[in-house]
């Protein structure tokens, strides 16, 4: 199981190999990385030797799509190599859910896919809820699915597909073949009761998904996101508390 560091970003912003260390010593086998470095951001070699030190891998990255312009993509290409990185995800794009827009979105990363294979490095998109409004007869992101190159990868957020109001479980089984990871996440739900954003805490029936998860060899990583701290929890806190959720909820479904 890996974390998404945007789920730590204060915490990273105060002490960054602390918060690594202390999300390796909750049991993590992995992190994504999220744009912040602390002090290796001019050093990716001497953070990928502190991440091995804690027995921690790169289950990925996410970067803003401005990173892999003309001007920055061979610097942003050459630090997530060094990493060991080769997969770039592009978190959030509001093009996606554009109706003017969205094909425009879909040609950058057809380009972004041919480009970053001549470098062995493949791209991908991770979504939101809004991708999951009505679009030609589906959604957006089936429609970005059906346009883009099978080689792109869709990293789906099974927390903002709740959220959007679809069967997760569908889309996992729907786009296997292109997930690289998937995003595990409680979302805050307006007007749910005895609802808590913490997973296992939440109203969320995770039964049919996780069965799903664990049977995909095609999917490496799990990666736990927290994105709200209830019950006046910190980031760490909460992520431990959703942690200790989904280890639970993945040692019943393997018990199975």
């Not at 190159?149 to 109001?165: E, K, P």
């Not at 996440?185 to 996780?210: F, M, T, Y």
């Not at 019950?231 to 280890?247: E, F, I, P, R, Y």
């Amino acid at each position: 199981m890996s974390v998404q560091l945007w789920s730590v970003n204060d915490a990273l912003q105060e002490d960054f190999e602390g918060t690594l260390t202390k999300l390796a010593q909750m049991g993590f086998d992995g992190v994504e990385l999220a744009g912040r470095f602390g002090p290796f951001a001019d050093d990716p070699c001497a953070l990928k030797r502190c991440l091995n030190n804690l027995g921690l891998e790169v289950s990925g990255a996410h970067v803003a799509i401005e990173t892999l312009d003309e001007e920055n993509q061979e610097a942003t290409v050459r630090f997530y190599q060094q990493l060991g990185v080769d997969l770039l995800i592009i978190p959030y794009d509001e093009r996606a859910w554009h109706p003017q827009q969205v094909n425009h979105f879909i040609d950058d990363l057809n380009r972004l896919s041919t480009q970053l294979a001549r470098h062995n490095m493949g791209i991908g998109f991770h979504n939101h809820d809004k991708e999951f409004g009505a679009y030609k007869n589906a959604t957006y992101w089936d429609y970005i699915a059906e346009n883009t190159h099978q080689q792109v990868a869709l990293q789906q957020d099974v927390g903002w597909i709740t959220y959007a109001g679809h069967n997760p479980t569908l889309y996992v089984n729907r786009y296997a073949d292109r997930l690289p990871s998937i995003h595990f996440k409680a979302c805050a739900l307006e007007n749910a009761a005895a609802h808590i954003p913490l997973i296992g805490q939440d109203s969320v029936d995770w039964a049919p998904l996780i069965a799903t998860t664990t049977s995909l060899a095609t999917v490496p990583w799990v990666v736990l996101e927290q994105e709200v701290y209830p019950c006046g929890l910190t980031s760490m806190q909460a992520v431990s508390a959703s942690k200790k959720g989904l280890d639970e909820l993945l040692s019943q479904a393997l018990a199975q």
